[in-house]
Protein backbone atom coordinates (compact mmCIF):
# COMPACT_ATOMS: atom_id res chain seq x y z
CA UNK A 1 0.00 0.00 0.00
CA UNK A 2 2.74 2.19 0.82
CA UNK A 3 4.15 1.64 -2.96
CA UNK A 4 1.00 2.96 -4.01
CA UNK A 5 1.20 6.22 -2.14
CA UNK A 6 4.49 6.62 -3.26
CA UNK A 7 3.48 6.28 -6.70
CA UNK A 8 0.24 8.52 -6.61
CA UNK A 9 2.29 10.96 -5.08
CA UNK A 10 5.01 10.94 -7.80
CA UNK A 11 2.03 11.23 -10.73
CA UNK A 12 0.64 14.45 -8.83
CA UNK A 13 4.13 15.95 -8.74
CA UNK A 14 4.16 14.92 -12.85
CA UNK A 15 0.42 16.94 -13.21
CA UNK A 16 2.08 19.68 -10.80
CA UNK A 17 5.07 20.10 -13.40
CA UNK A 18 3.36 19.48 -16.76
CA UNK A 19 0.33 21.11 -17.20
CA UNK A 20 -0.40 20.21 -21.09
CA UNK A 21 -0.14 17.63 -23.72
CA UNK A 22 -0.36 17.84 -27.12
CA UNK A 23 -0.62 14.54 -29.53
CA UNK A 24 -1.68 14.58 -33.23
CA UNK A 25 -3.38 12.58 -35.64
CA UNK A 26 -3.57 12.05 -39.00
CA UNK A 27 -6.42 12.71 -41.01
CA UNK A 28 -7.57 12.35 -44.23
CA UNK A 29 -7.81 15.68 -46.50
CA UNK A 30 -8.53 14.31 -49.73
CA UNK A 31 -8.81 10.89 -51.56
CA UNK A 32 -8.60 10.88 -55.15
CA UNK A 33 -8.94 6.82 -55.87
CA UNK A 34 -5.85 5.82 -54.92
CA UNK A 35 -4.01 9.45 -53.73
CA UNK A 36 -4.44 9.98 -50.44
CA UNK A 37 -3.12 13.29 -48.99
CA UNK A 38 -3.38 13.25 -44.97
CA UNK A 39 -2.82 15.78 -42.66
CA UNK A 40 -1.73 16.09 -39.05
CA UNK A 41 -4.33 17.46 -36.36
CA UNK A 42 -2.75 18.67 -32.72
CA UNK A 43 -4.96 18.46 -30.15
CA UNK A 44 -3.85 19.88 -26.93
CA UNK A 45 -5.43 18.66 -23.47
CA UNK A 46 -4.36 21.60 -20.67
CA UNK A 47 -5.51 21.07 -17.09
CA UNK A 48 -4.43 23.02 -13.83
CA UNK A 49 -1.58 22.44 -11.38
CA UNK A 50 -3.79 22.57 -8.58
CA UNK A 51 -4.94 18.89 -9.89
CA UNK A 52 -1.79 18.08 -9.75
CA UNK A 53 -1.39 19.35 -5.98
CA UNK A 54 -4.65 17.57 -4.87
CA UNK A 55 -3.10 14.30 -6.40
CA UNK A 56 -0.30 14.87 -4.18
CA UNK A 57 -1.92 15.56 -1.12
CA UNK A 58 -4.18 11.87 -1.60
CA UNK A 59 -0.56 10.27 -2.03
CA UNK A 60 0.47 11.39 1.14
CA UNK A 61 -2.88 11.06 3.14
CA UNK A 62 -2.72 6.97 1.42
CA UNK A 63 1.02 7.22 2.70
CA UNK A 64 0.58 8.11 6.30
CA UNK A 65 -2.78 5.64 6.62
CA UNK A 66 -0.39 2.86 5.38
CA UNK A 67 1.88 3.08 8.09
CA UNK A 68 -0.43 3.42 10.82
CA UNK A 69 -1.13 -0.04 10.23
Do not use: C, N, Q
Amino acid sequence: MKTAGIFVLIVGLVLTVITAITFFTREKVVELGSLAITADKPHHLYWSPWIGVGVMVLGGLIILLSSRK
